[in-house]
């Protein structure tokens, strides 16, 4: 189907709107809506958005994808995680990193390890919005509600830095050339620490900002202008490292996480800001995710190996997060409920693993485009099946984790007694049990 890409736009956002009402109606997020227009729409199916329109509209991913690390940097306020405290710390540790250890581990025997690091990294993130939901509608209240908020506040951001140090790694592994010590780890390093210094300068830069400009519209632009210097230089160092100017490039990622925490830290005015930015962003993310839907190919899960990757990944990923947060809980001295349930509802994912698998597809398809220009057509075609699976594998397993996340969530929290009793099964079947006991 010849369509221009705004067509497709908006056709894209028109679809995306109506899907909210009805994962209102079924009691889904609306990522799930989103995502699922993006697979009917996409090139796989309908053909509406193509591969030329996606190009066209790659450039909005980017954006969205800054203003996602953004958004979590600004969660990073000092004086919030003094409040939080050394356990919730300490089980967002352990749970975000266990994720990655076990699915590495696991995959390690189906897959090469570059492939198996960034998978790896991905499991870390937990999706906030889904969690947040179930919390918000059924008005939960507790021990594991208490510890659930701060954690999902803080996975993301560890999941940055993890997928960061991860997906260096991987890049060389997967280049073909064998890598030294300076591949894997003092240029992964560099990656790393350039990427904060640069995320903090503009950060600082931008506090300046409200302080001269008092409007509301002023504040959103310098929000915006951040996020745009944030992804416009790493795309500059991107371009430097490809014509072997530099030996390393910036995390997208982390350069915006960076760029927010530090703006919240220095500005008193950031919360007036951000609420700008959450005025501006919500159609920005709906086509980033209708774009990350359309990259799906379904196809692709009719391969065994693909469907067993899958499996592997979400047992996988969902036993290191269980396990991981019962150690930690276990190592705080945190009370059963907590141990028992809390990891059960750090399940869900959605957004940052998307923007993760995303950022991982456009590195793997600049390797292969440097591949194609030396004339090594088998090795690019390679790259861009790589880049593929990350994809399909993040993509299903974030529709699977949508599905059923928010239910695991509300059985967790209702088994742990801290769902009302007009919302909570629980406490309906003691009242039957009681009253036949009665009786």
């Known amino acids: 189907m010849n369509i221009n890409a705004l067509l497709a736009l908006g056709i894209s956002i028109m679809l995306g709107l109506l899907s909210t009402r009805i994962m209102k109606k079924i009691g889904l997020p609306n990522v799930t809506g989103y995502l699922v227009v993006g697979l009917i729409i996409g090139p796989h199916c309908l053909g509406i958005i193509n591969e030329e329109v996606a190009g066209n509209l790659s450039v909005i991913s980017s954006v969205a994808l800054g203003f996602i690390a953004f958004s979590i940097g600004v969660e990073f306020k000092l004086d919030h995680i003094k409040e939080i405290g050394k356990s919730a710390i300490t089980i967002t540790m352990f749970q975000a990193l266990a994720a990655c250890i076990f699915v590495d581990l696991i995959l390690l025997t189906v897959l090469p390890t570059s492939q198996a690091l960034i998978l790896g990294a991905i499991a870390t993130a937990t999706a906030p919005a889904a969690t947040l939901m179930v919390v918000k ?138 609420e700008g930015v959450d005025r501006w962003t919500p159609v920005l993310f709906m086509v980033f995710f209708i774009l990350s839907g359309a990259e799906l190919d379904v196809t692709k899960l009719l391969d065994w190996k693909v469907l067993l990757i899958l499996a592997l990944y979400l047992v996988a990923r969902s036993a290191g997060k269980y396990l991981g947060t019962f150690a930690g809980a276990s190592l705080v001295k945190a009370d059963k409920p907590v141990r028992n349930f809390l990891g059960i509802t750090l399940l869900p994912q959605a957004g940052v693993a998307i923007g993760m698998a995303t950022m991982c597809k456009y590195e793997f398809e600049a390797i292969a485009k440097a591949l194609t220009e030396a004339g090594e057509l088998e090795k690019a075609a390679q790259m861009l099946d790589v880049g593929s699976l990350i994809v399909t594998i993040t993509m299903c397993a974030v529709l699977i984790y949508e599905l059923f996340g928010p239910l695991l969530t509300k059985w967790a929290l209702d088994q742990a007694g801290e769902i009302p009793d007009e919302f909570s099964k629980r406490a309906k079947r003691l009242a039957k049990k009681a009253q036949k006991e009665q009786n």
């Open 137 to 274: 509608q059924y008005r939960a209240k507790g021990q594991v509600t208490g510890t659930l908020l701060p954690v999902v506040a803080l996975d993301d951001a560890v999941g940055l830095i993890v997928f960061a140090i991860s997906n260096a790694i991987a890049l060389s592994l997967a280049s073909g050339l064998q890598p030294t010590v300076l591949d894997l780890a003092v240029w992964p390093l560099l990656e790393i620490v350039t990427s904060l210094v640069i995320g903090a300068i503009i950060g600082v830069v931008i506090s300046f900002v409200p302080k001269i400009f008092k409007s509301r519209d002023n504040r959103l632009i310098a929000a915006i202008m951040a996020v745009f210097l944030c992804i416009g230089l790493c795309e500059l160092f991107s371009h430097l490292e490809h014509e072997g100017i530099l030996p390393f490039k910036l995390s997208d990622l982390l350069v915006c996480m960076m760029a927010g925490a530090i703006f919240v830290n220095v500005s008193d005015q950031s919360p007036r800001v951000m």
